[in-house]
């Protein structure tokens, strides 16, 4: 298969006036699409950029967005999206990590640029979006593409190259660099063209961030199947119901939450979402609550659940539409994460031998599939760890199959914390709260939300008359706030096995009483 910059210049070629993006009230063509990702190509180079350079991004979803990561492949760099909902510190520490030569920043995020650029390591060169009277060093995003001709410097890829480098958040704190090739991409998207059934007249809405796997492999889609794509800035629920009626919008993702929201609020319910087909959901299961609600919302929408990782390109599994009847036989399998895709394959292993365990067993979730990443930037070490012999992958993730195939997740073995589709590490809180002088000790465990699936819970040991509002207020000032406990317990001891040890969950036990799930 040839490489995306290449597939985007067939598309450019076979359908030059096609509409490739909708993005607010901005439409561009495939032709016009391609000049511009050849035009930042040239601007990359200019710049110094070269293959294998890393290339970063601060940005909300947008059409410069995808044209930048289009632009740095076409002269064999690679996009490394940062997450905009990161602190100052984290956001530094990714680019720098990256080595990224430039760094390219949304309007709303001056004021991060302001605080990290005088700690930025590797980075020469400063880019704003719609930064119209930037003061140099600093650059305008427009004047500096529209300098530069549509002549970019010519670049065989090769489909094993890195075409993308997204960051997970890794148990020990520090986010770690996911390195995705074209190829990690060429084997998911025919699947997911013939699955979700998308034809020429197909109009894909992006909605989830493109920091995110979902909304970066999405974008991506959108070029290797030729068909239009509706850019939403951000994941409010209103503005993307009204989009779906404006742009008569066919296929979606979402995360459970923002249906949740559709159904709250009346204004969505005034919208006109008829012409949507197919509905994909995923990062947490879909309570039979929401779901019944989503469908009598969306009466003629096929339901797909889909499951994945960043480090597998995204879903590995899906749950179909026939699965998804709340008053039907199958009704238990609303609960699984569906069966692998086709040529992928799941084992469930003990997480210390790694040895299969039978039919209905509780492991760690193994994956062998041509979507698994490369590995993790400059982490031989972490990458040796995950990606086993054989091709597996090490999830992280513990679950069962049952006698059907279907894949259920029941706990995470790394206790990692996914709160409305975000990835929390608790570690990094951990690491957070510990430094305040009147903590002694802490755990940071996921509790039920009926609104975000779960959320972090600190509990901590204190040597003063620190408070709730305060412990959190601290960590606001060092992380995102998603990240950020939504409630502290206070206790005389963290519980811990003889090695020391915290005993999560023993911690977790009280608050999931009751639930389906040891997860949602």
Same mark, same amino acid.
């Given at each position: 298969m040839k490489a995306l910059t290449d597939v985007l210049?067939?598309?450019?070629?076979?359908?030059?006036?096609?509409?490739?993006?909708?993005?607010?009230?901005?439409?561009?063509?495939?032709?016009?699409? +391609?000049?511009?990702?050849?035009?930042?190509?040239?601007?990359?180079?200019?710049?110094?950029?070269?293959?294998?350079?890393?290339?970063?991004?601060?940005d909300k979803n947008s059409i410069e967005y995808v044209e930048q990561m289009f632009g740095a492949a076409r002269i064999g760099a690679v996009q490394v999206p940062v997450n905009y909902r990161l602190a100052?510190?984290?956001?530094?520490?990714?680019?720098?990590?990256?080595?990224?030569?430039?760094?390219?920043?949304?309007?709303?995020?001056?004021?991060?640029?302001?605080?990290?650029?005088? +700690?930025?390591?590797?980075?020469?060169?400063?880019?704003?979006?719609?930064?119209?009277?930037?003061?140099?060093?600093?650059?305008?995003?427009?004047?500096?593409?529209g300098s530069h001709e549509p002549t970019p410097p010519q670049h065989e890829a090769a489909t094993s190259d890195v075409f993308v480098q997204l960051y997970s958040s890794g148990t020990t704190g520090r986010p770690k660099g996911v390195m995705l090739t074209h190829d990690n991409f060429l084997a998911i998207l025919p699947r997911t063209r013939e699955a979700w059934d998308m034809d020429e007249h197909t109009r894909l809405m992006i909605a989830m961030p493109m920091y995110h796997i979902a909304g970066n492999a999405l974008s991506v889609a959108v070029?290797?199947?030729?068909?239009?794509?509706?850019?939403?800035?951000?994941?409010?629920?209103?503005?993307?119901?009204?989009?779906?009626?404006?742009?008569?919008?066919?296929?979606?993702?979402?995360?459970?939450?923002?249906?949740?929201?559709?159904?709250?609020?009346?204004?969505?319910?005034?919208?006109?979402?008829?012409s949507l087909q197919v509905l994909l959901y995923g990062a947490s299961p879909i309570s039979q609550e929401v779901l019944?609600?989503?469908?009598?919302?969306?009466?003629?929408?096929?339901?797909?659940?889909?499951?994945?990782?960043?480090?597998?390109?995204?879903?590995?599994?899906?749950?179909?539409?026939?699965?998804?009847?709340?008053?039907?036989?199958?009704?238990?399998?609303?609960?699984?994460?569906?069966?692998?895709?086709?040529?992928?394959?799941?084992?469930?292993? +003990?997480?210390?031998?790694?040895?299969?365990?039978?039919?209905?067993?509780?492991?760690?979730?193994?994956?062998?599939?041509?979507?698994?990443?490369?590995?993790?930037w400059g982490l031989p070490e972490a990458t040796q760890a995950a990606l086993l012999d054989g091709g597996w992958f090490r999830t992280g993730d513990a679950g069962y199959l049952d006698a059907d195939g279907y894949l259920y997740i029941h706990d995470r073995v790394k206790d990692m914390i996914i709160s409305g589709g975000e990835n929390i590490y608790p570690a990094e809180v951990e690491n957070v709260l510990m430094s305040h002088p009147e903590v002694a000790d802490c755990?940071?465990?996921?509790?039920?939300?009926?609104?975000?699936?779960?959320?972090?819970?600190?509990?901590?040991?204190?040597?003063?008359?620190v408070t709730e509002q305060q412990l959190i207020d601290y960590c606001r000032e060092r992380l995102a706030h998603f990240k950020c406990p939504t409630s502290v317990d206070f206790?005389?001891?963290?519980?811990?096995?003889?090695?020391?040890?915290?005993?999560?969950?023993?911690?977790?036990?009280?608050?999931?009483?009751?639930q389906d799930r040891a997860v949602h």
């Open positions: 210049r067939e598309r450019a070629q076979a359908t030059p006036e096609k509409i490739a993006y909708y993005y607010g009230d901005r439409e561009i063509t495939y032709r016009e699409f +391609d000049e511009r990702v050849d035009r930042v190509a040239t601007a990359l180079h200019a710049a110094g950029v070269g293959p294998g350079d890393r290339v970063a991004i601060l100052p510190p984290e956001v530094a520490y990714i680019v720098n990590n990256a080595r990224a030569k430039v760094f390219i920043v949304g309007p709303e995020f001056t004021g991060v640029l302001d605080t990290v650029a005088g +700690d930025l390591e590797h980075t020469t060169h400063l880019v704003v979006i719609d930064g119209e009277g930037t003061a140099a060093p600093r650059l305008d995003y427009a004047d500096w593409i070029v290797f199947d030729g068909i239009t794509g509706v850019v939403s800035r951000e994941p409010d629920p209103l503005g993307i119901a009204r989009d779906i009626e404006r742009r008569r919008v066919t296929h979606l993702f979402l995360v459970p939450v923002l249906l949740l929201f559709w159904q709250s609020m009346p204004e969505v319910a005034e919208c006109d979402l008829s019944r609600g989503a469908l009598k919302l969306l009466p003629h929408t096929a339901f797909h659940q889909v499951y994945g990782l960043t480090e597998t390109t995204g879903a590995i599994t899906a749950l179909p539409p026939e699965d998804h009847d709340p008053d039907g036989p199958n009704v238990h399998r609303l609960a699984s994460a569906g069966l692998p895709n086709e040529g992928t394959e799941i084992k469930i292993a +003990d997480p210390a031998t790694l040895e299969e365990v039978p039919t209905g067993q509780v492991g760690e979730i193994l994956v062998r599939s041509p979507q698994n990443m490369l590995g993790y755990a940071v465990i996921g509790v039920p939300s009926d609104r975000w699936g779960e959320t972090p819970k600190a509990v901590v040991v204190k040597t003063g008359e206790t005389d001891a963290i519980p811990r096995n003889p090695t020391g040890k915290v005993l999560k969950r023993e911690l977790r036990e009280p608050y999931w009483e009751g």
